[in-house]
């Protein structure tokens, strides 16, 4: 049996295992599915990095304003408080989520309610 192939003991501090992050999820939500959408795009929350270009009637400027505004927000991006924006306009709504432990800001663009 190989030495990676030993399980390790999980880090101690002061005689007690250490809580470690989950490791960052490989899987990118797929967006595509969400009913109602009409366009939408992931970004690392980290930098604004686009890692999934805008799709539909999202469009990069509208990915540029809505990091922005999480900017401003701050404690979006932070990781604390807020997890989830819903910015409303008469004929359209976007709703942004900051990804669970990946990383990443999801955007998706939705026709309002009439």
Known sequence: MSESA???PPPMANGAPVAQPPPP???IIDLDAI???IGHSILRASDGT???????SLTERDV???YRMMLEIGTVLDGEGLQRVIVGFRS???AISLGG???CLYIVK????P
């Open 50 to 56: 686009i890692l999934r270009r805008p799709t539909g």
């Open 6 to 8: 030993i399980a390790q």
């Open 35 to 37: 009913p109602g959408q």
């Open 25 to 27: 999820s490989n899987e």
């Open 101 to 103: 432990g990946d990383g």
């Open 92 to 94: 359209v709504s976007y």
């Open 64 to 66: 540029g304003i809505v």
């Open 110 to 113: 939705r026709r309002s309610s």
